[in-house]
C-alpha cells in the first residue's frame, strides 16, 4: 500500500510560509523566532518605505518605516486615522491598526483610506501573516 503525506499551508493549522514561500510551524514558534530586524522590517523596506511614503524627512502620517525607524513608530504609537487604535498594539494583531490597513480591512474598525502599501501591490498572505505572527509574539525590537 501507499501512504501520501501532504502539508497544507492554511492559517489557523500551525503551518505557514515565511516571506519566501519556506514552510514554518507557526504554532511552535517560540517568543523570539520571529525577528523584525531581519524578517519583519526587509518586508516594511521593499513595499513601505520606497518613493517617500513611509520613509524620509516628511513620510506618510508620520510613520517612517525605514531602517532603524520603523519599529519606535509604530509600536504603541497611536494610528493617525483612527482615535483609540495603536499602530501595532503589541501580542494583539486583531487590534493592531497597520495590520487592518496591509490587510484592507481598516474600514470594518471605523479607519479610513485604502490598502497599503497604496498603489502598490499588497503584501502577500505569507507577509501578512509573518507580520501578524511578530505582533502576536510580542512585537518585539529584536
Known amino acids: 500500500s501507499v501512504i501520501v503525506v501532504a502539508?497544507?499551508?492554511c492559517a489557523g493549522n500551525g503551518v505557514g510560509l515565511d516571506e519566501q514561500g519556506n514552510p514554518i510551524d507557526t504554532a511552535n514558534q517560540t517568543?523570539?523566532?520571529?525577528?523584525?530586524?531581519?524578517r519583519v522590517q526587509p518586508i516594511f523596506t521593499a513595499n513601505?518605505?520606497?518613493?517617500?511614503?513611509?520613509?524620509?524627512?516628511?513620510p506618510q502620517q508620520g510613520m517612517?518605516?525605514?531602517?532603524?525607524?520603523?519599529?519606535?513608530?509604530i509600536v504603541n504609537v497611536p494610528a493617525n486615522e483612527r482615535a483609540g487604535m495603536m499602530r501595532v498594539k503589541p501580542f494583539e494583531p486583531d487590534s493592531s491598526y497597520l495590520v487592518h490597513k496591509i490587510q484592507g480591512t481598516q474600514?470594518?474598525?471605523?479607519?479610513s483610506g485604502g490598502q497599503m502599501p497604496l498603489g502598490g501591490t499588497p503584501l502577500s498572505a505569507q507577509q501578512i501573516s509573518l507580520i501578524r505572527a511578530w505582533i502576536t509574539q510580542g512585537a518585539k525590537n529584536n
Open 107 to 111: 474600514g470594518t474598525v471605523g479607519g
Open 31 to 38: 517568543s523570539d523566532s520571529i525577528s523584525f530586524a531581519t
Open 64 to 73: 517612517n518605516l525605514s531602517a532603524g525607524l520603523a519599529h519606535q513608530n
Open 7 to 9: 502539508a497544507f499551508a
Open 48 to 58: 513601505c518605505a520606497f518613493a517617500g511614503c513611509h520613509a524620509g524627512t516628511s
